[in-house]
């Protein structure tokens, strides 16, 4: 989660959810952005029930989960949830960590839009840890560290922070570095994900980057990082 957009959060959670499953982990995504990035990434875009039903009270197992060619199963976004925490009152922020606690799963990733909307709040209050990928940029590390003080009212801890589209080159990057190294300390996961081709390759294919490349430096990467996280 990042409150700026364009950070690599979708392709993130879609990369570490993988390499979850290739450990042996039974995964559970949830799509919680109305944009529906990942949903139309693991071609499930006309899903009748979907994470919608969570937030409507109509909350059940029975169609909602998908399975997908990424080995890991999906409940699917809609972009009814625009209205969510709009037109429509979140009853209690409790909404998607009561459903989610009912599935058996040894992992649940949420992948959220960007910013601090009601929806996203939910979203807080439902994970036991926060995972917060970031450009080095300027605007994208405010959103960081936006979501780190933000998280600090829920239950949840920022477990990592995770430097993404990385230009060891770049002067303001290595500055913005120095800067969420001063603020997370060891939580901070260097040297991050490198900038890669591979990322748009892969969503025209339909693919996660694991599955698309699965020797290449980003994917051996991610795998790094995600057994560091078990």
């Keep these: 989660m990042n409150s700026s957009g364009g950070v690599g959060r979708t ?39 979907n994470v919608y039903d969570i937030y409507s009270g109509r909350a059940r197992a029975l169609g909602m989960l998908q399975q997908t060619s990424e080995r890991v199963d999906l409940i699917a976004s809609s972009p009814k949830l625009y209205a969510v925490g709009g ?43 926060i995972i917060i990928p970031t450009r080095l940029d300027l605007l994208s590390v405010r959103g960081a560290l936006h979501i780190a003080k933000a998280s600090e009212q829920y239950r949840g801890k920022v477990r990592a922070v995770l430097p993404t589209m990385v230009d060891v080159r770049s ?51 991610y795998r790094e990082i995600t057994y560091d996280l078990l």
Excluded: W
């Design 87 to 129: 037109s429509e009152r979140v009853k209690k922020s409790e909404i998607l960590f009561d459903a989610l606690n009912k599935f058996e799963y040894d992992i649940i990733v949420v992948d959220s839009a960007s910013g601090l909307s009601e929806l996203n709040r939910t979203v807080l209050a439902a994970a036991d840890e």
């Design 171 to 221: 002067k303001h990057g290595n500055e913005m570095l120095a800067e969420l190294t001063a603020k997370f300390g060891k939580i901070l996961i260097q040297p991050g994900i490198p900038k890669s081709p591979l990322f748009l390759d892969a969503v025209v294919a339909g693919q996660s980057l694991l599955s698309y490349k699965k020797a290449s430096e980003v994917a051996a990467r």
């Design 11 to 49: 392709t993130s959670a879609l990369c570490l959810s993988v390499a979850f499953s290739e450990y042996g982990k039974k995964v559970l995504m949830v799509d919680c952005d109305p944009q529906g990035a990942l949903t139309f990434t693991l071609g499930k875009e006309n899903s009748h029930r």
